[in-house]
């Protein structure tokens, strides 16, 4: 489109609107129904999910999410909407909107209020799967350009690192860092985990970590399915039971702070790991708006190293 406007579309995944078991079940339904989601056979999955699934989950998920829900609302939805704020001032010649692919603000009104730009669609995955970003890109117009993985750009990595030295300016340092990232079924999901393990290198590498300094983990299994090992729970508790006393997770995977890293590991996943035996457990938050994360979005967003 030449001559038009630039334009840059951050996506993330969603969040009810609420911590409510009605605005959960609403998220959910929409979320599990995605086939990209839940590769089952629709005349199989669908009366599971209407039947049982959001007959028993929503009221759980609802008391997960009220333990994180902030002030200002979902974590999530606060964090995406300030990093496209921060952006908007990095990229002052570029027009910067932000949508979820589950509830809202939705793609199509993000996308209508680009119209005429030359836009640029960001998910905000570093790492590619087929169930975040491909669904994505099923719902985007034919031909828009999209970003489907920044899993080792320089500067994510850069802000990666420079987040975690942060965190040890304030903290301290861990025996060991252990870095989880979200879990899928192993099946089909090669690529994915290739990327995890290759943005687990270089943050060490960045970080100067020695081999048993760190370790790659897969949280958030679901269901019956052989997903991605190790598992990081599990870890934890062994890591524990074998006198480690201190550790530190991150969670490259996530830019944003969430259910999964507020709750799940840091709620949870702190819990077992010292009803095992640890002595200490650190979240290191993830990249939120930190400037060097919102310098490299601007970076990663022209497509520039």
Not at 81 to 109: K, N, S
Not at 158 to 183: D, I, P, Q
């Given at each position: ?7 840059v579309?951050l996506?993330n995944?969603?969040t ?15 979320f599990?129904?995605?086939?990209r ?20 989950r ?13 002030a200002?609302?979902?974590p ?15 990229l002052?010649d570029?027009?910067?909107e ?5 509830g809202e603000p ?19 995955y ?19 350009r ?5 899993h ?10 420079a ?12 025996e ?13 999901a090669g ?27 897969f ?6 399915a ?6 990081t729970e ?10 480690t006393?201190?550790?530190?997770v ?6 944003s ?8 590991i ?5 819990k ?5 035996g ?22 990663i ?5």
């Amino acid at each position: 489109m030449a001559g038009a406007a630039r334009g840059v579309l951050l996506v993330n995944l969603g969040t009810p609107s609420a911590p409510t078991p009605e605005a959960v079940r609403r998220y959910l339904a929409e979320f599990l129904s995605d086939p990209r989601v839940v590769q089952l056979p629709r005349l199989i999955w669908l009366p599971i999910l209407h039947g049982i699934v959001l007959r028993t989950r929503p009221a759980k998920s609802a008391e997960k999410y009220a333990a994180i829900w902030s002030a200002e609302g979902s974590p999530l939805a606060v964090h995406t909407r300030q990093q496209a704020e921060q952006l908007r001032r990095a990229l002052p010649d570029t027009r910067v909107e932000y949508a979820m692919r589950y509830g809202e603000p939705g793609i199509a009104g993000a996308l209508a209020r680009l119209e005429g730009c030359d836009v640029t669609v960001l998910p905000l995955y570093p790492q590619y799967s087929e169930s975040t970003t491909e669904s994505i890109a099923d719902v985007l117009p034919p031909g828009l350009r999209m970003i489907r993985d920044f899993h080792d750009h320089p500067a994510y990595i850069a802000a990666l690192a420079a987040n975690v030295r942060r965190h040890r300016e304030s903290h301290g340092r861990g025996e060991m860092l252990l870095m989880s990232f979200h879990g899928l079924p192993q099946r089909g999901a090669g690529r994915y985990e290739a990327q995890c393990h290759r943005t687990g290198l270089l943050l060490a590498a960045a970080l100067g970590l020695k081999e048993t300094q760190w370790k790659v983990t897969f949280q958030s299994r679901f269901g019956y399915a052989r997903w991605l090992q190790p598992y990081t729970e599990p870890t934890l508790i062994e890591l524990a039971r074998r006198g480690t006393a201190r550790i530190d997770v991150v969670c490259p995977g996530f830019v944003s702070d969430c259910l999964e890293t507020l709750e799940e590991i840091g709620i949870v996943a702190r819990k077992r790991f010292l009803d095992a035996g640890g002595r200490q457990f650190y979240l290191v938050s993830c990249l939120n708006e930190a400037p060097d994360w919102i310098a490299a979005l601007a970076v990663i967003a022209r497509g520039t190293v």
